[in-house]
């Protein structure tokens, strides 16, 4: 189950599907730069990772510009159509937002503007050159991948029932297999336009009158206003010391300042003395989960919205009140129960030979997003919005104009002020669990990026929409740890020895003689290229 960990001086680029990995290197042998091939890889995930992440959905990105030695974040998060009011939803007898089909699609797909942003601050080649890949595997297709099939099996009911659907994952009635040529001429279609008019095609033209259209043909909320208002946002990434390297995560509406708040009650533990395959280990991590979830669920929203008191909720002193509430003299599992959450999600990676870096992370939120494509666009539109909710005395309670509670999280590890690993996962409820995995096995146990993606993984919380509160551990671990975490009071759910729940994540690391390591995560269907 080990991919192999690929080693450089000049570049890497790491993702979760392998043709988007070769994409992304060609780019570079090309001439362009990391912020060039993150679109291309970008573009090119849409195409070929279609379950996970597409043009209706959302994007981050993080980008170190080695020039200037700044550091930046893209927040490329759409936000609820006009029409989207409590009222709309409560009228109808609704005490939740849908999880799927129309009316789980009411946020504006923020990923295109996002690409266009990236590429007129930093890129270097021409914008079309950064989408032919995409048409190409779009238009003439490519083989399905092992990790597409088994989500399509899951699926089938979504994609057989809607008719946009079903012509292209099920052509003849009978759903596509593994190696079969997928084909998406609609979207390569869509791709062609954004290619001659950029981003406004998109939110301004041809193709946002063509989704448009479809949506109120079918009786959805978004409208053409809500797309020719929206932007990305730029900001400055939250940063945290943990043990002299400089962690840095995406500021709200993303939830990456929870695992900014976990590696600080985590800097209270001498990990040293903890071995990294023991019921300590594990305990530790799901209680400083849990004291953090707290506070994400209490506070995260859009803070246009709500103010968010991060000085306090990131301060050593804050942490440091929360690591005295984990217990380890007598272990004992505390209650939390969070909430049900979607983690579809593609993160990559790419570094340059001029140093410059990227880290970045796009979604639908559940498994091909709402299940729905209007008109004949070959858009999954995500369903980002139903995450939503419709209590009003909560802060992401559903307002017109405003960005959901996100999931998504990219990092990047400084040392020095510099690069020293980018990272990140699918995941909802995993991101920042599966991140502080990869972190502590690379500042604390002194682990290769693929040994730390290697590690058996855990899960706490209701992520792929579960209704279901366990502990989920990859069952490499003994049966005498997990025997010893239920004895302390922990719901310990053995899965899969190398567990798609565990989701699939991507690193790279600058070490200090300039070797950069690569690897993807042996879960996927991802590899990563260096040279």
Known sequence: MFNIMSLGHRAMVATPHYLASQIGSHILLRGGNAFDASVAISAALAVVYPHMTGLGGDAFFMLYDAKTGELKGLNG?????????????????????????IWSAITVPGMVDAWWEVWQKYGRLP????????????????????????????????????????????????????GDRLLQSDLAGTLRKLCSGG??????????????????????????????SHYSEWVDPLKTSYRGYEICQMPPNSQGFSALMMMNVLEHADLSRIPRMSADFYHLMTEVTKKTFRDRDRYLTDPDFAAIPLDRLLSKSYAGQLYKEVDRSFPRAAPYLSSVMG??????????????????????????GAAYMPGRSGVFMQNRGSFFSLDSSLPNVLS??????????PAMILRNGKPYVLLGTQGGEGQPQTQLSIMTGILDYGLSVQEALALPRWVYGRTWGMDSDSLKIESRISGKMASTLREWGHQVELVGEWDGIMGQAQAIRIDENGVISGAADPRGDGIAIGW
């Open 400 to 409: 017109p104009g405003k960005r959901s509670f996100h999931t998504l999280m």
């Open 199 to 228: 981003r406004d095609a998109f939110y301004r033209g041809e193709v946002m009158l063509d989704i448009v259209a479809g949506i109120e043909r079918d009786g959805g909320l978004l409208a053409a206003e809500d797309f020719e």
């Open 343 to 368: 983690q579809d999600t593609a993160y990559a990676a790419v570094t340059d030979e001029e140093g410059n870096a990227v880290s970045f992370i796009q979604s639908l939120y559940f498994d091909f």
């Open 127 to 178: 914008w079309e050159d950064l989408l032919m890949p995409a048409i190409e595997y779009a238009e003439n297709g490519f083989p399905i991948s092992r990790n597409l099939h088994y989500w399509m099996v899951k699926d089938e009911a979504f994609l057989r029932e809607e008719e946009a659907l079903s012509r292209i994952y099920l052509p003849e009635g009978k759903l596509l297999q593994p």
């Open 77 to 101: 998060s759409g936000r609820a159509g006009k029409q989207a009011t409590l009222d709309v939803y409560l009228s109808q007898g609704n005490m939740t937002i849908p999880h799927r089909g």
